[in-house]
């Protein structure tokens, strides 16, 4: 749709972009986890393709609604939010919300319209176009990362409220109903559901150090001393209130509880491990609390997590170095100092002062700086790294530069491949028991092409289904299961391996799209900044460690050689007929971009 | 036998809710379901369980005796019953519903589904002495 409808002349900001709202053919359904919601745009972050996804209950809801996508083009006159309740559709003002927080309207909102009602809010940050505004909802899931928030505030849009009272068909519903609680004792007798869950994704933390991946100190490291005061563990002993799960989730990652720091307490649900990774590592937060004060910020304000802790990280280094000074920033900022991150993050929601200028994100702003901190300006395409450090981690490295939404480790994560053998899920890896020992030089070798593909398709189709894999990817449940689900729902047979089809298709034609809306688009698009392939690791399990600008470059030739794409990392003619995108090529052609 | 909530346990999933559609009216549509997941945040930051727990209080009130104990359990005989949704208003748990495509109001009929699907033990069914004890 985005490929048909939106030409390059058309900015992620103009009316005539699309925010497309949508579920997948699993969303709502009886099987785990099927809570799915995702966000595609033309991106802020990236000027290419975009999207991004929660859980939580609102996709389940829309389809309840009757809707399996919602696509928003346009921008209303005055602040304004969607209001869905089945087939009643209306745009309602919004004046009495616009300029509150997420947490704040999402209240207020179910205040007036009651509690059934499924809602997505923006914050400031979204209003105010900041381009890693996220959306938000059920008090703590986001859609967070590529600036979709940004695009809903540039359409004057606080809000989507949905209530569905509807029942959604099943191609075989007594079949699905049988198969679906099967799914969920399968699951339930994996080992990692009861040795992932309680911690969830900020179980990470002691392995993400333990074998020196952790960002921290804007990435000029990848251990941080103090981890174990930042972990899962602290989590449940001094934040905990509930678990907190998505639509039929019998996993839950969500951890709600109540911080209290010297900047305020408040309730929040999480940190997860990406928000523990960069703020508690990246911006070096010394406690759980302070991490979780700052997640509550960002929540509020409508911020994504990982790209503030990039900026934030990389402003506190600009200042460091003298290339931002005092008087610029407005006062003086460091590692390690809640305030710093408090003013920071306020400062960007509202694009006052220096925050205008770090509400461009890390790329744009490091190139209005210059002065040499492009060096340390962690992105790749403009979308800020994730949480995984990856100086001796070829595989992981290969899949941050090629993922399509730019540096963001929802398409693939290969860690696996990089710092241990065989395994078959997440918990496997938590579980093994890694100590701080000096980690071996990994290898720099072609399979990292073929562990990236295949992640990237495996996840993508995840996303593509409209269901979470973190049953699959953390415990090890099967995805034969899903394709068995997916033909009792439908009633359209498929192998897994015959929907894996379908994410090489969407993998041909988010790169098409991006090369056709990113000027100049060539292999120096996918590179990382200069400190990934240039700085040795400072200290912790990886030091000295480094990929060479040399093993860069292989990786994205294999890649691309493995892809089909040509040296630049543009789609061949062939490649993208085998896929079937016939109407790419006429339209490449006649753009002259092969 | 009975259902008893276990709150502390409850993430607000809600595939109790689902379960409960399947079973007694084979849609997936979760708002006919005949329990209640309430989702209290952003304060206190909790879930509460609201199921049926056979009290009778909505026979105690049915002006036409239209709700009758079978087994332990209160059913509405949809021939007797007017429609007047008395048994709604006096629910102390809320969980009497009107439903949308029907002029009878439904309960539940403690077919345990929603127990047998919570992943979290968060419904369970017990004997009545049992939930006594407790």
Redesign the interface.
Known sequence: MLYDEIPPEIGPFDAENMLIVATGPLT???L?AS?KTHFGTKSPATGGYADSNMGG?FG?HLK?AGYDVLVITGKAESPSYLFISDDMVEVRLAAEYWGQGS?TAE?DLKRQLG??YQIITIGPAGENRVRYACISH???RQAGRTGVGAVMGSKNLKAIAVK???????AD?KEA?AKG?EA?QK??AKPGFEGWTPEGTAGLTNWANEVGVFPTRNFQTSYAGHYKNINGKAILDRLK????????????C?K???TRTSSGAA?VEGPEYETIALFGGNCLLKTIEEVAFANYLCDELGIDTISAGVVIAWTIECFQKGILNSQEIGREIDFSDLDTVVYLLNKIANREGIGDLLAEGVKIAAEKTGNGSEQFAIHVKGLEWSGYECRNAPSMMLAYLTADVGAHHNRAWVLGHDVAGAWTSVHDLIASGAEHEAQPKAVVSDRSAQYVIASQHTRSLFDALGNCRLQMMELGFEEEHYAELYSLITGRTKTWEELLKISERIWQLTRAFSVREIDNFDRNIDFPPGRLYEEPIADGPNQGHVLSKGDIHNLLTWYYNKRGWNENGIPTKETLKAAGLQEVVEDFEARGLF | MELRPIHENCSGCSICRLACAIENFQEVNPSKSLLRIEARFPAPGDYCIHVCDQCGECADNCPEDAIQLQDGVFIVDQDACTGCMICVDVCPRDVMFEQKHSDIPAKCVLCGECARTCPRNAIVLVEEQESEVA
Request: aromatic share 18%.
């Open positions: 709502g359904h009886f785990p809570g209950h389940p309840y947490i209240k509690d059934e059920d008090f703590g569905g009272t509807g029942s959604i068909p099943v519903l109903f609680k969920y699951v339930k209130i509930t678990d907190k799960g998505c639509f039929g989730c019998p996993t839950p969500g709600y509880g109540h309730y």
